[in-house]
């Protein structure tokens, strides 16, 4: 019953962009972004406990390494590979620096972290456009093609994510992180290497936010050092995991989509005032459902199986 | 948290996820009307918010003049005009999404770009997917129109008509100046405008002293003025939007830093710029694409020049600037272009935009081969007395260069 | 002659950087809170004075007590009604609750006012001062010796008085200032209004000078979070003395590095502050 309940909602996503105009297959290509961006986050905030702020800073590393490449004459999709990869390397040097930090401290260096890059970017004019700005070939495609292209490319990308997210929630390393999490310290004695497992822990929470930085490049054919190093990228996974459930798969993707579907409502109803109303809704996610929305479903459907 | 439990909520997650899109595709589309809808993503809040409000005041006058006039004429019909707004709060991104939606979603029938050289050439990839045809009423520099793009026009001229004239009336009227120093701010159209004054200066065997960017959003100055001052340059030249133009005056005064000629590019135009600064915006120079002091009588829907400023003056109590009457002429570009084809298909609108000569009361309108506007001379000025005066070209000049900013 | 310019460029910012990092600073040291409206607190003293200057009169020197009583109730209500309820929680819950709550603020004053720049232009506008070929302005100059009075008078308030000694023991130790009698929900309550005060005053200060705009409340902050980690966690002299290397390092930076590079500047430091010395100049012990 339940595989195949997950195998219509599969249907669902491939068959989707048949039914739906251009803008739809954007907001769902967004949300799946997010999935990606709550799922990375996930590994360094939600299993091991460190609060990273820097989601941000791998999102336009990633971006810009790929948007380079891309202007060199590197085929997109190679390029996307060679964003994450600057990613992964840059969040292991990186790591090695500021894992060694603990609570605020971390979470500031990690959040100043993506200030530094953006001020990089804005002053190599030359390599980068600066301030003016980078643009990225156009697809010899259709607009219909193109929107549909990255939308299931962005679904692959998901998927990769939640594959990896499944692999080492399965795995020693899994177990390890959430050791690391309770007790730093106890999880050392007890034989938990913490300073490689956080690193590899980091490193796995860039990768796939720096591909999607390179993709989010090619999606949208131009950046600004202000738009891709924004700190809402790296605040809005932190509250789409604190949303659904850290720690979990689910949680992430839950939270991702529910935050996607709200922030569409309230910019379409709230247009003056809509990140307004995401600061109230941050505000009483924390005050009044602080273990996510995934715990309320799950307290609701025990209490409904219970009263028959 | 049980396996069967993750892949309980990871499929309810999924099936959200389908039942949206089947909700979200059944929303319906415009009805038939003999309306045209032109979009207009403008930044209508944040800090671009004056720029943003400028144009809308530029493209509504258009729009109400031509409606009260009996509307756009196509082939035997006539068309009532509606301008679709949306506010991108001075956020790029959000300009390239709201250029997609009023596409996608509010299927307009053409388009306006978004406020400045960046945004617009943000937003210039979307409509030339779609085909669209977008005038850009606020992009000069020629990285917007160097993608090779065939649905963009702009009716600004490229910066250097702006630069070179400038450097032409320093180098002639005031022979004491060798050293320039030149403080852009770190963003597309003001960066781009001052490499084009470097460049001009240079070609003039001025000695370009000093040559800094600053960050956008930056709030004190005095280091980068200190350095200037240190230079002691007999030219300074500060780009920027006018609230960056506005602190770096009031601070150069604070330093105590003046020069015999100070050039600012963007803002001097506007009134604003005068009333903040007060008496320190006394001599200031400044270039821009369009004074309301030119006379040019032409075959859009206001006719001539004069008729702009006069129907400007009663709809909104003030003497129009650059900003607002290219907005205006953009919505008449559209009109003609329109009225010449006889019809609203996009790739026929297109065409004539493309292959159009005209006068207006702008000037004479020609876009050239990346749809920039090449057909201009743009006027330089001065603020002379608290009021703007035209000093280039000397077909329309009111006063000659004064020397000296203290 | 450049540099001598250069160097009183950066203590005239300096001080005015002391004042809007030590209520920060006293926020992060007690509580364990970093409370990100901050920035949208001197924003909202900002405010204040220009309204007060516009409708009323009021010269924005003089208006400071105006804004520091509105920030004092304002965040004396936020701090009891939300954000008590967090304070023990970890790092992330307190950091995007604050967060949260300064998107609200913010948003609400760019509705309220637009996100337009304002300025506060004196009918009378005070002078510039030349001293040896240096020049600084006057408005500047007040500014920053009224910014060193206030938190000159916070340390003393701290030292000297009750209140004062009450917060220092709760930041020092909790528990056991509880166990001594300490109210520390109280304690707790006050501090974060004494930071909106403090916050309110530069706000004001601040009007003098530059343009006023919600925008501003995210490089406020960042500055804030620079001295407070130069300068050490809940100390006023080291938020002075953090705000004034500040001040003196982004005008050297300017000149050596060009002025778009300056905030970079702070910000590297920061990180090196962060791994090298996390107790700041004065080695004096933050929280983890």
Redesign the interface.
């Known amino acids: 019953m339940k595989r195949n309940l997950l195998l219509l909602a599969l249907i669902g996503i491939l068959l989707a962009p048949m039914v739906a105009n251009n803008y739809m297959i954007r907001l769902a290509t967004i949300m799946m972004l997010y999935c990606v961006l709550a799922l990375s986050w996930n590994f360094i905030g939600g299993l091991t406990g460190y609060p990273s702020f820097a989601t941000a800073a791998f999102f336009g590393l990633g971006a810009y390494a790929g948007a380079v490449c891309q202007g060199q004459g590197v085929p997109m999709y190679l390029a996307w590979i060679l964003g994450a990869l600057m990613a992964a390397i840059f969040a292991t040097g990186l790591g090695l620096a500021i894992l060694r930090l603990r609570g605020h401290y971390f979470a500031i260096a990690s959040l100043v972290v993506a200030d530094v890059l953006r001020e990089i970017v804005n002053s190599t004019t030359n390599l980068t456009g600066g301030g003016m700005g980078f643009n990225l070939p156009i697809l010899k495609l259709g607009v219909d093609a193109q929107a549909k292209l990255f939308y299931y490319l962005m679904f692959v990308l998901a998927l990769l994510t939640v594959a990896t997210a499944v692999l080492v929630d399965r795995h020693r390393l899994g177990f390890g992180l959430r050791c690391i999490k309770q007790n730093e310290d106890a999880a050392n004695m007890i034989g938990v290497n913490a300073t490689i497992y956080k690193t590899v822990a980091f490193i796995l929470s860039a990768v796939f936010v720096g591909w999607a930085g390179a993709f989010y490049a090619s999606w949208v054919n131009y950046i600004e050092p202000g738009d891709v190093f924004d700190v809402l990228y790296s605040v809005k996974p932190i509250v789409m995991v604190l949303l659904g459930r850290a720690g979990t798969i689910s949680g992430p993707i839950i939270g991702a989509i529910v935050f996607l579907l709200m922030e569409e409502l309230v910019w379409r109803n709230f247009l003056t005032f809509h990140a307004g109303v995401l600061g109230l809704i941050v505000v009483a996610l924390i005050l009044y459902l602080p273990d996510g929305v995934l715990a309320l479903n799950f307290r609701r459907l025990v209490a409904w199986r219970k009263n028959g | 948290?049980t396996r069967?439990?993750?892949?309980?909520?990871?499929?309810?997650?999924?099936?959200?996820?389908?039942v949206?899109?089947?909700v979200?595709?059944l929303s319906t589309g415009q009805a038939a009307e003999r309306v045209i809808t032109i979009g207009a993503p403008l930044p209508l809040?944040?800090?671009l918010?004056?720029e943003g409000q400028k144009q809308a005041q530029g493209y509504d006058l258009w729009a109400e003049t031509a409606n009260k006039a009996g509307g756009v004429k196509v082939a035997t019909e006539h068309y009532k005009v509606k301008i679709v707004y949306n506010?991108y709060q001075?956020?790029?991104?959000r300009a390239?999404?709201l250029a997609?939606?009023l596409i996608?979603?509010d299927k307009v029938n053409f388009t306006f770009s978004p406020f400045g050289s960046?945004a617009t050439?943000?937003a210039s990839?979307v409509s030339?997917?779609?085909g669209m045809p977008t005038i850009a009423a606020t992009a000069s520099?020629e990285?917007v129109y160097n993608?090779g793009y065939k649905y963009l026009f702009g009716t600004f001229t490229p910066n250097p008509t702006l630069t070179e004239p400038l450097s032409d009336i320093v180098k002639e009227k005031v022979p004491a100046v060798k050293k320039v120093a030149i403080?852009a701010?770190?963003?597309?159209f003001p960066?781009?405008i001052a490499q084009c004054m470097d460049a001009s200066a240079k070609k003039r065997g001025f000695n370009v002293v000093f040559f800094?960017?600053?960050?956008?959003?930056?709030?004190?100055?005095?280091?980068?003025l200190?350095?200037i001052?240190?230079a002691q340059p007999e030219w300074i030249f500060a780009t920027g939007y006018i609230?960056d133009l506005?602190?770096i005056r009031k601070?150069m005064?604070?330093?105590?830093v003046s020069a015999p000629v100070v050039t600012m590019i963007a803002g001097p135009a506007y009134k604003e710029f005068v009333d903040?600064a007060?008496p320190l915006a006394e001599n200031i120079t400044s270039a821009s694409w369009w004074h309301p002091a030119v006379r040019y009588k032409g075959e859009d829907v206001f006719g001539s020049t004069e008729n702009y400023n006069k129907l400007f003056r009663e709809k909104y109590g003030i003497i129009p600037d650059y900003a607002q009457a290219s907005a205006s002429v953009a919505g008449c570009l559209f009109q003609i272009a329109i009225e010449k084809a006889g019809t609203l298909d996009r790739k026929k609108v297109r065409d004539t935009l493309a292959s159009m000569n005209v006068m207006t009361f702008w000037g004479p309108v020609r876009f050239g081969e990346t749809g920039q506007i090449i057909s201009l001379k743009p006027p330089v000025f001065q603020i002379q007395k608290g009021t703007q005066v035209v000093i280039f070209p000397p077909e329309i000049a009111q006063a000659n260069l004064l020397v000296g900013v203290k | 002659m450049l540099y001598l310019q250069i160097l009183v460029n950066g203590i005239v910012l300096g001080g005015l950087y002391a004042c809007i990092a030590v209520g920060f600073s006293l926020v992060w040291g007690v509580l364990n809170v970093i409370n990100i409206l901050h920035g949208t607190f001197i924003v909202i003293g900002s405010y204040t004075a220009y309204f007060a200057y516009i409708k009323l009169g009021i010269h924005p020197l003089l208006s400071i007590p105006i804004a520091a009583a509105i920030l004092f109730l304002l965040a004396y209500a936020f701090q009891s009604g939300m954000i008590n309820k967090v304070v023990a929680a970890p790092v992330l819950t307190t950091l995007t609750l604050t967060f949260g709550l300064d998107l609200f603020v913010n948003n609400l004053l760019i509705v309220a006012f637009k996100a337009d720049y304002r300025k506060v232009i004196l009918e009378h506008p005070l002078g510039v001062l030349t001293l040896a070929g240096i020049t600084i302005p006057e408005d500047k100059l007040a500014a920053m010796g009224l910014a060193l009075l206030l938190t000159g008078l916070l340390f003393w308030v701290l030292d000297a008085s009750r209140v004062g000694r009450a917060i220092v023991a709760v930041r020092m130790d909790r528990e056991a200032a509880a166990l001594m009698g300490v109210k520390v929900k109280k304690i707790y309550a006050l501090t974060f209004a004494i930071g909106g005060v403090m916050a309110g005053a530069a706000g004001s200060l601040i009007s003098l000078i530059y343009p006023i705009s919600p925008l501003n409340s995210l490089p406020f902050l960042g500055k804030a979070f620079v001295i407070c980690v130069l300068g050490g966690l809940g100390s006023v002299p080291g938020a002075m003395l953090g705000g004034l290397t500040l001040g003196v390092l982004e005008s050297f930076g300017a000149l050596a590095f060009g002025p778009e590079h300056a905030v970079t500047l702070s910000f590297i430091t920061l990180i090196l502050f962060l791994l090298f010395r996390p107790t700041g100049i004065m080695g004096k012990r933050g929280y983890e």
């Open positions: 948290m069967s439990s993750v892949k309980k909520c990871l499929g309810n997650g999924m099936m959200f996820l389908a949206f899109f089947l979200a595709s809040t944040g800090p918010s004056p506010d001075s956020n790029t991104p390239v999404q997609e939606k996608t979603e960046g050439k943000a990839g030339e997917k779609y520099s990285e993608q403080l701010r770190n963003d597309l960066l781009a800094e960017k600053y960050a956008i959003g930056t709030m004190d100055h005095a280091s980068a200190t350095q001052r240190g609230n506005i602190l601070q005064g604070d330093l105590k903040a007060g």
